[in-house]
Structure formats: C-alpha cells, structure tokens
C-alpha cells in the first residue's frame, strides 16, 4: 500500500495555449571574461613562484673567492651535461698534477757496506802496519784520514788495548745488525715536515748495468725504516748492551764499549753529512731534482683538453670538502643558463596552469553540491596563496633551524590542507575537495617532498572538512583541529612504520608535533574565518543564529506593524526548515530566509489579507493592475530593506525569490472578468519580476510559503462555516491539508518555478512529506465542546466584611506578623 502522502506529480500539459512569462533567472553580476583571466593568469604566476625554489630560478654561483671553503651539504648534479675545462683550469690543473708529484731521491741500499770496504778496512789495515809501531800519535792520525773520522786519543788507545781485530769484528757485527735495510737521513722529523706526502725513492743496485735496473720506492710518513742519527744511536747503545755486555766470550769491557758506540756514531756522522762534496761515499739519501722535474713534466703532459660527461645526481663535491677551481668551474657549467631557466619557469607555469584550469573546470560541472560563484574561486585562490606562501616560508625557517629534516616533519608541523575546513565551511564541500587535492600536490611540490607526503596533506585536509556539517558555534573549529592531530598522528605511525623506525625517539618527536599542528591549525583557521566571512559576504550557521533572534529589529518592526505577517512568517520557517533538513539543505539559511522574506510588507501592511482583521479590504476600490503592483512591490521593498539593515546577501537571494516568476492568479483572473469582450489581459502585468529560485533553500521556501498561506486559507474557509448550516460547513483534515500541499507543489513544477533550483523529484515528494506531517501536527482535530449557558439563580452575593482579612501587624519587637484582622463588629442584637 502506498503512503497516503506520496506526491504525485502532473506532467505539464504540451498542448497549452498559454505560454509561460520568460522567467528571470537569478545570477549573480558576472565579470566580464578577460578579468577573470586575468585573475587567473595572475593566480597562476604567483602559484609558480611560490612553487618554484629560489635555488632553481636564482641559483647562487660560485666564485674564485669561495676557493678553499668547505660545502655543508654535497654537491649534486642537477642535470646531465657536458663539461670542457678552459686554458685557466687545465693551467691550474696542469700545476696541481705537477704538485702532486713527490720529489725523487736516490740511494744505495746498505751503503754501509761500500763504506766498510773502502774506507774502514784500509783504516784498520794501516793501524796494522808494522811502519807505526810504537808511534801512536801517527797510527791514530792515519786512522782518522782513512776512516775519515777524528776519534781523541783516549778513545783510540782503548781501541788498541782491544786490539783492532776483535775491534773491527765488534764493529762490523753492529752495522750489520743495526743497519741492514735502514735508510738514514740527517733528521726525520725534518724531512718529513719538507716532504709531508712522502717521497720517490729509486733504490740503486750494487752493480748497476743493463740488467740492474733501480727499484722505486714510495717512502710515506709512517715510514718506521727512516732513521736518523739520533735515533740511530740509540738503536746502537742498544744492540751494543745486548750483544757485548752477556759476559760470554765476545764480552767486551764498559771503556770498550763506549769507544764501540764512539767509533760507530762517528763513522756515520762523517758519512752522512760529508765535509768533502768530492767523497763518493754517502750513507743518506740523496734528492733527484732532476728526476723529479722529469716526472712534473710528463705529469703536466697528461693533462688535456678532454671533455667530461656528468650525469644528473652525480656527487660534484661530498659534504665538508673544499671547493676547489674546477668544482668551481664544473658547477657554474651546470648551472643552466637565464634563457633556459626563464623557460623552465614558462614551462612550470604551463603544467600549473593547466593542472588549476583542469581542476576548476571539473569543479564546476554538474554533478552534486553547490558549483561556486566567481568570486568564491576569488576567494579560494587568496586563501590558497596565503597558505601556499605560509608553506615556503615555513619550510624555509624548518630548514634553517633543522638541517636535512625529515620530509615528514613539515606537514605534521603545518597541515595546509586544513584549510579545506574554511572552504567547506563558507562555499560547500565540492569546491573544498578540490582545494585539498590542489593544496596537496602543489605544497609538496613547493617543499620538494617525496610524493607520498602529499598523502598525508590530503588525508588531514579531507578529514578536517568532512567531520563538519553545521557550524553553529566556535568550538567545532576546535574539533577540527582534534581531527587533523589525530589523522595526522596516524598518519605519522604509517610512515615511520613503513620506513621501519617506528620505535624510536624520532618517531615520538614527530608524533608530538603533528598533534600541535593541528590544534594549531585549528588557531589560525579560527581567526581566519571572521575575515573570510566578512570579505566574501558568506553567511556561517553562528551568523544565521544571530539573525534567527526574534529581537533583531526588522523582526521587531513587522511584529509591531504587520502581525498576521509576521506570524505568517514563523509558520513559513517552521515549514521551511523541517522540509530543508529532511533534503540535506541548509535548514538554517531557509529558516532566516523564511523569517525575514516579507518584511517589505511593512510599508503597506493593510494591502496584505493577512493583516486585515474585519476591516475593508483596500483592494476593492483598486484596478486589478494597481492591486498587482502594489503585490509585486513587496518583493521589492523586502530586498531593499534587507539590503539597507545589513543583512547577508545570501540570505537576501533566498528570500527575494520566494514568488519566483508565480503568476497573481487573484487579481489576474478579476482582470479578466473585469475585461471587455475581446480584450486580452497581458499575463506578465500580473507576475513577479522574479527571479525564480536558483538553490534548493530557495526553492524550499517558496514551496513553504504558497503552502501555509493556502492551507491557511482553507482552514479559515472551513471555521467561518461551521456557525451557520451544517450542511454547508466544509470539512477540513488531514486529506485537506495533503490536497492543497499536492496542488501547489504541483503548481510550482508545471510553471517552471522550479527549474532553477536543484531540488529533484525524490526532493520534492520528501519536501510535500515534510509539509504534511508538520501542518497536520498544527491543524490537527480537536474535540468539540458544548458549552452549556446555565439559568441566572438568585444568590446572594456575601459581603466582603464576612471574610477575613489578612493584614501586617508589627509584634512588639518591631517584626512584622501576618495574622487575621478581625472584622468590623456586627450591629444588632447578640
């Protein structure tokens, strides 16, 4: 069984005669088209550089002065191209390669050996020969000239209490031991200070021929065979203590052996640092400058002209290193010319441009929720280069305080898609789903970000819009921001998980900041919202309340001039705003639209039924026409009073279009019967100028307000007949009230009041419902009651003396005591 308060629509008649007025469609002042695309254009080229770094546009060149500094952060490859060293760095090049180059020494590996045979041995031959006998003075001079060493007399007579032999052997045993394979110098310390990275060693055979070629050696500071004469000393004094002091046969005495360490030091000495540059016997090492100019040369013959291919990504220079003249001249090269970058940026400014204009696009196709006017996209796009610039100077004060963060820790910090809650808030959800996703993919692109970050930012702007559906007091901005923290920190353990850092301290930082950044959040955005709500001239459910308030005073002024309006009106609201809350409409915008969409009858209440209490009826002196006017009018006189007081403008497009295009049927079929055979009444004298109603709160309220006034007609119809014949008295129920709601509602649809509007079919039966259920709760039948007049009866009326009187009297500590007063005294007899 179907429900006895289905609406059933009736198609409109194809085959009428009479055409329908052209109805004004409501709309809002267009701009012209080159000042939208001028916004556009300009929206765009802000959004590009707010997008594109500073570093990718103006990117800082390095100089000859920056030679020698360290870099922070490594250098990488932006791109991959082709680099030519020029004659300024192949000559730097070409020094450096010469630099580097380590200076060449020569020496004879266990040199002491050629010295030992031909110096000490003849020393110790002649000390033996029978000539200096007994002459010692002329044994030790020659000594000294063979072994060219100058030993004193004391030293060299223990030599001879020794005996040469036993001392030779001694001293042979100790260079054999002590310098096999050493290199000497004169001071290591020094010449490693003179030769830091080292040196070239050519190792010179014994027999040098055509088949003994040098051995090379690359000698480096932790060298351990480099010795010098203080260190050689000490090597000897030790040896000698170990080898000569065991108290075996080869024991020789304390004297002996100090004359032992004399001799050997001195033998070293003299050969170390020869006095004669003649002498073909050197124990140091001897510097090549010859050679190593040869190898400076063939090192700076390596260095050419040869191009080099870098790759994009590749590591010019790693962090903490110096910059150097080819870095230098490697980056600068990469570095892409003002040509290249200024198309780059045209480039950049293509894809925004057409990301935005694809995005707008869609944005006002037909398919659910309210498209946006003009200046709402006015007002998206401030808001979203306001948030867009608070993105780059945000990531740019994170990044100079916390260097390489991570890429979450900005939008856990800030969420700019938030600011989707505004946008649901004073346009709708269509146009705040848009702005998510555009805020989404651009601030990661501004922050450099990985593309999964741009989750994250629409994940926290969609579920901060969609947790708000009325915002009839501050605090749900609040909630808001609780929804974002709590998004946000999910979203912060999602992506700490997946990089497999879930536990750690890191992961509780950013926790902790993604909560703060929507509570945040939610402060900025709750001092962003008067400002929004002021410049755009948008209408908040916590604006809609104050206007709701009986005490305002243009509600005031129509209770006190035109009552039956305004109770006219209440009933209208009330309709409006159960029909608007049952279709998902803004019950709020409907039920203000509702309350105020007669005001202008204040001008000339007693024009108006409503107001006429037994009086007159003005009309009935009036040409039909004048009467239309003057009906018309308050269509009028309402948008200019609502206009004057201040009142939103959307609230003044609502209740301005309540009558649409409607024709005045009264007075327009009173023409016509007041016309002359043959005499045709223009139809559009007798209809509202409109506009028709362009949204669903509209149209609601135009469909509120014909029906209360036409059931209200019926249910003052059916009380003026119930006091003469029963038989004539018109009944009125429940069936009354879903007649008069189907015919109207029937009305309006076949006129094409409702074309405009977005209310569809399922809406209008809920709407028809919606009215049904709330008239027959107002209308509904009462029991009938007789009230019976009783007969007058002769009773006497006591006289008030009778009764007693309950008067103050004070006690006798001044209090005041509540007690009968008695009576004045009865005359008669007792």
Known sequence: MSNRNSLKLVPRSSGSTQETAALAILSEERPGKWPVLAWFFLFNVLVTFLVVSEADMFPPRLSASDVGKRVRKPLISRRSFTFTPDRELLELMADEAAARVLPVYSVRLNGWTELWRTHITYAFRAVEDPVFHNQDDLVRERFNQLARVDLDPITFRVLQELEFPKFKSALQTLFTNVLKDRLLVPDVDAFLKKHPNGIELLVEPKEIDSYNTPTVLRIGPDYKELLDLRRLTTLFQSEIETRFALGD????????????????????????????????????????????????????????????????????????????????????????????????????????????????????LKFGGARGRTSDFYICGALFLVFLLLVRVGWALTTGIVPQPDPI????????????????????????????????????WTIGAPVQISIYYFVTGLAAAG???????????????????????????????????????????????????????????????????????????????????????????????????????????????????????????????????????????????????????????????????????????????????GIPAKVISVAA??????????????????????????EEVYRYSGPVPQTREAGILMLADAVEAAVRSKVKAAAMSQSKDPKDQKKFDVNTIKETVQSIINTKFTDGQLDACELTLRDMRTIADSFISTLSSIHHERVSYSVAVPEKANVTRRSSSSFAVVSEVQDNDGKKDSQPHPGPPRLGKK
């Open 657 to 682: 279009s309540h009558h649409g295009s409607t024709l005045i049927e009264y007075f327009y079929r009173r023409a016509q019967s007041l016309a002359q055979p043959g005499e045709e009444v223009p």
């Open 409 to 444: 820790l900005f939008p856990a910090l800030f969420p700019a898609a938030g600011a989707a809650l505004l946008v649901k808030i004073l346009i709708g959800t269509r146009l705040a789903v848009f702005f998510a996703v555009a805020m989404s993919f651009i601030a990661t």
């Open 467 to 645: 947790v708000v559906t009325r915002v009839e007091h501050r605090n749900v901005l609040w909630k808001s921001g609780l929804v974002i923290a709590l998004s946000g920190l999910f979203l912060v353990l999602t992506y700490r998980l997946v990089g497999g850092n879930l536990v750690d301290r890191e992961t509780l930082r950013l926790s902790v900041i993604a909560v703060l950044g929507g509570l945040i959040l939610s402060v900025l955005l709750s001092g962003l919202l008067p400002v929004l709500e002021y410049v755009g001239g948008y209408v908040t459910d916590i604006k809609l309340l104050e206007l709701a308030n009986t005490e305002h005073p243009l509600l005031q002024e129509l209770r006190e001039k035109a009552i039956g309006t305004f109770q006219h009106s209440q009933q209208v609201a009330e309709l409006a705003f159960a029909a608007a809350k049952k279709v998902g409409a803004n019950p709020l915008l409907v039920k203000v639209a509702a309350m105020y969409h007669d005001v202008g009858k204040t001008r000339q209440p007693k024009y108006y039924i409503e107001n006429q209490s037994g009086e007159k009826n003005p009309h009935d002196e009036l040409k039909p026409s004048m009467s239309a006017l003057i009906i018309k009018g308050h269509v009028k006189e309402t948008r200019d009073t609502l206009e004057k007081a």
């Open 249 to 364: 046969r080869d024991n020789i005495h304390e004297d002996g052996r100090r004359a032992l360490l004399k001799v050997a030091v001195a033998l070293i000495q003299s050969h170390l640092q020869p006095k004669d540059p003649a002498s073909t016997v050197s124990l140091n090492l001897r510097e090549r400058p010859d050679l190593t100019a040869e190898r400076q040369k063939e090192a700076r013959r390596q260095i050419v002209r040869k191009p080099q291919i870098i790759q994009k990504g590749e590591v010019l220079l790693p962090a903490d290193a110096r910059i150097t003249l080819e870095t230098v001249k490697i980056y600068n090269t990469m570095l892409p010319r003002l040509g290249s970058r200024l198309l780059g940026l045209f480039g950049y400014f293509i894809l925004i441009s057409a990301f935005f204009a694809v995005t707008i696009w869609f944005s006002t």
